[in-house]
């Protein structure tokens, strides 16, 4: 079916709208979960969007989802203090420990359902990411308050971090193996995270260097961010840069280089906002439901044994970093949701590596699917079986 | 309920309560981590108490009795180096100050604990109003009428402590043009104010009985005067104070009222009486409204002098006994703040003028509350 696209998108938006109200009055649940549905409603329909992502120029979504994705980036990296993680060693370890044993559990899980070890390798560095997006949005829309809230972001930009890094090296190895060329392996990698950093400097010092004259709080801040996130965007696709990497780390970077704080509004305002939430759309959208059903029962045992990797990890660590064990282990379960972040990982392999894509989608996507519904719960239950939801929301 | 007897302490000692404020280190706003500090310095030993307060954001911490100023530093210091370890791991800043500049009251929340909720049922909005930060003075007397003259006696420096204790210009982001205006949100309780003049303690008892069968209080806790007895302690608690922004300025704050007090025990220059009163409300108000450049009504003569002149008599008057009392540098500090360094409030209106956002007027708060 081919619809008019501003037609078909209004139309979309709309029922995306009502659903996330409805989810949210029926049930309490988070709005985003009826974005989602929708948006995998509107996927499974072919109605002429599925191809938003992977992120081509013309794709109708594309630069829409890649602004959202970017504004959402940048505010997560600002969510990182390094001081924090210095004065307090056991949280990184935490969030190194978590990472590195989801990545190991899943990648065994992989290897034994008789795939290969590059593709367990991949779908185990796309798996150790927590979506920014889901915990972000979720704490924003139920205003919840307190160590949890602060750690899950915390965790969530940093594990995104490794993700992202470990994917290009993964990138470099695909070279290597499919491509048998030695070189691009090698520099393909160094040129991505080169750029990556040189943007990325780049942004973090021209937002440092008219941050004074501005209120953060207000538009005029917020469309500054906007017009350097688009030329960020614009940089990066000329350069064939990946979008995720630049804007987490100008965040972090922005957010270490001054104890002042920078304290913008939240997405950077109310268009910045609408952005984040049609990322979700999109990314339901952009599920292949041909994939989503072949990886079905994979995506369910990695659920499973990520979330299991996750919460054991903070049951462990959780206490000697400053929490009580229920809180450890609510933090635990809120650290599952998979979204956008998967999502780009998986096509930004998919569109080089395209037959090995189709294996990887397979599994990434139904675990998206499942994750997309199930994230915002966990997530909304751990806040709030730590006390960190007020009672009227 | 029958008021306990008054307890016997020894004259002149100390002890000193704060509320703090529990801060995020991103927003620098008010986060509800009292809890989650309380867990993690559980174990740890320190010279007083660390304990929730109302507000979830709010943490208050007290000395044990201290015989003096060195001694209420140490104690403070002790304890504050422990607090902000915690806070440290937790991600958390802690600051003085009597309110946060910009937090929103609506979005705060009451500790999870009964007499916390009963007090949030009661009161309604007011108690998240009420999120403000004061400094405690528990003053040691050796009998129940002494304490109560003395109580009235003190009611003089009222102001004193207010000017100089002042670190509240800023309320929901806004300066709001008065250098504590945290009292002001103190003022819409039912028995805020002072306690009636009654001069011993057999008339208190009446006076405290009479409203106990009226029913709407049963206990000292119930009034939120400027100064209440606390015979359990065998104290009285002066508690017009903001939180200052370091524990030296607690510190000094509490030795001024010890050598207040000692200079008024053994010399007796102001007798308390009724009409004294009569000005009470005014020179609190001014001293809230504008620090040391308030005016300040002689309850006795009918003067007018600032509040800042009258402080600077005080010290003079009383310099014998800070040095016997050993609280000379103290007052010498309090003395420089009253002729060139202002108080706690100026401070924080020149940080705003020149940071111009009220985030980095907390995260400085911080700096200062750790140094």
Redesign the interface.
């Known amino acids: 079916m081919q619809a008019d696209p501003i037609f078909a998108a209004a139309l979309v938006l709309i029922v995306a709208a009502l659903a996330g109200e409805g989810v949210f009055s029926a049930f309490g649940w988070p709005r985003i979960i009826g974005y989602s549905l929708i948006g995998m409603v509107t996927g499974a329909l072919g109605l002429g969007f599925n191809t938003a992502v992977p992120a081509g120029n013309s794709a109708p979504f594309g630069i829409v989802f890649d602004m959202g994705m970017a504004l959402l980036l940048f505010e997560a990296g600002g969510?990182v203090?390094l001081?924090?993680l210095r004065?307090?060693p056991w949280l990184l370890a935490t969030s190194v420990i978590e990472a590195v044993l989801t990545f190991t559990v899943v990648a065994l899980l992989i290897v034994t359902l008789g795939y290969s070890a590059t593709l367990a390798t991949a779908v185990a560095i796309i798996c150790v990411a927590t979506s920014p997006a889901v915990v972000m949005r979720v704490t924003a829309e139920f205003?919840a308050?307190?160590?949890l809230s602060?750690?899950l972001l915390l965790l969530a930009a940093l594990n995104t971090v490794y993700a992202v890094v470990a994917q290009k090296f993964l990138l470099g190895w695909l070279h290597h193996e499919y491509g048998n060329n030695f070189w691009a392996a090698l520099l393909h990698p160094v040129y991505v995270f080169g750029g990556s950093v040189v943007l990325a400097f780049f942004l973090a010092w021209v937002v440092a260097l008219c941050e004074p004259y501005f209120d953060?709080r207000d538009e005029h801040a917020s469309l500054l961010v906007f017009g350097l996130l688009l030329l960020m965007i614009a940089l990066l696709r000329t350069f064939e840069l990946p979008v995720l990497l630049t804007p987490l780390l100008a965040g972090i970077w922005l957010r270490h280089r001054a104890?002042?704080?920078l304290?913008w509004s939240r997405h950077f305002g109310s268009v910045g906002g609408v952005l984040v939430l049609l990322l979700f759309v999109i990314t339901a959208m952009s599920l292949s439901w041909h994939h989503v059903v072949t990886g079905g029962v994979v995506a369910l045992a990695i659920v499973l044994v990520r979330s299991l990797a996750k919460i054991s990890v903070l049951a462990v660590l959780g206490k000697p970093?400053?929490?009580?064990l229920r809180q450890s282990v609510a933090l635990g379960v809120a650290l599952c949701p998979m979204s956008g972040v998967a999502l780009v990982l998986t096509a930004e392999i998919a569109t080089r590596y395209p037959d090995f894509g189709v294996a990887l989608g397979a599994i990434i996507f139904s675990t998206i699917a499942i994750l997309e519904i199930l994230g915002p719960l966990a997530v909304k239950w751990s806040l709030k079986r730590s006390?960190?939801i007020?009672n009227g929301t | 309920m029958a008021l306990e007897s008054f307890a016997t302490s020894r004259e002149l000692t100390l002890g000193i309560e704060l509320e703090l404020q529990v801060v995020?280190?991103?927003?620098?706003n008010l986060?509800?981590?009292a809890a989650?500090l309380l867990?993690?310095m559980a174990k740890k030993k320190l010279p007083g108490e660390v304990k929730p307060e109302i507000a979830a954001s709010m943490i208050e911490i007290s000395t044990g009795v201290c015989e003096g100023y060195a001694d209420a530093v140490a104690q403070l210091q002790e304890t504050r180096d422990v607090l902000v370890e915690?806070a440290?791991?937790?991600?958390l800043g802690l600051c003085g100050g009597g309110t946060h500049p910009f937090q929103q009251w609506s979005?705060q929340?009451i500790f999870?604990a009964p007499r916390f909720h009963h007090l949030s049922a009661l009161y309604g909005y007011l108690s998240k109003q009420f999120i403000v930060f004061g400094q405690h003075v528990h003053l040691g007397c050796t009998d129940a009428d002494s304490a109560l003259r003395l109580l009235h006696t003190m009611s003089r420096y009222i102001p004193h402590f207010v000017a100089l204790s002042a670190s509240s210009p800023f309320v929901q982001g806004t300066d709001t043009g008065f250098d504590s205006a945290r009292l002001n949100s103190i003022q819409a309780f039912p028995f805020a104010g002072r306690a009636p003049f009654v001069s011993t303690w057999d008339e208190f008892l009446v006076y405290f009985d009479k409203m106990t069968r009226t029913g709407v209080v049963e206990d000292m806790k119930d009034f939120y005067w400027d100064i209440r007895p606390k015979p359990e302690f065998g104290t009285i608690e002066i508690r017009v104070m903001d939180t200052p922004l370091t524990i030296a300025k607690a510190a000094q704050l509490a030795a001024y009222i010890q050598t207040v007090a000692r200079w008024q025990l053994r010399e007796n220059t102001f007798v308390p009486e009724a009409d004294d009163y009569l000005v009470y409300k005014f020179n609190r108000f001014q001293a809230c409204r504008s620090g040391f450049n308030g005016t300040f009504v002689d309850p006795k003569t009918g003067e007018h002098r600032s509040v800042g002149e009258d402080i600077i008599a005080t010290l003079d008057a009383f310099e014998s006994h800070a040095i016997d009392l050993k609280t000379d540098t103290a007052c010498a500090a309090l003395r420089d703040s009253v002729t060139t360094a202002g108080n706690d409030a100026a401070w924080i209106r020149a940080l705003h003028k020149e940071?111009r956002?009220l985030?980095?007027v907390v995260?400085q708060q911080c700096l200062r509350w750790q140094s």
């Open positions: 969510r203090n001081r924090w004065a307090n205003k308050q307190g160590q602060e750690r953060l104890s002042r704080p304290v970093s400053g929490l009580s006390g960190e007020h | 995020g280190t991103h927003e620098f986060t509800p981590g989650d867990r993690v915690a440290r791991k937790l991600g979005e929340r999870d940071q956002q985030p980095e995260r």
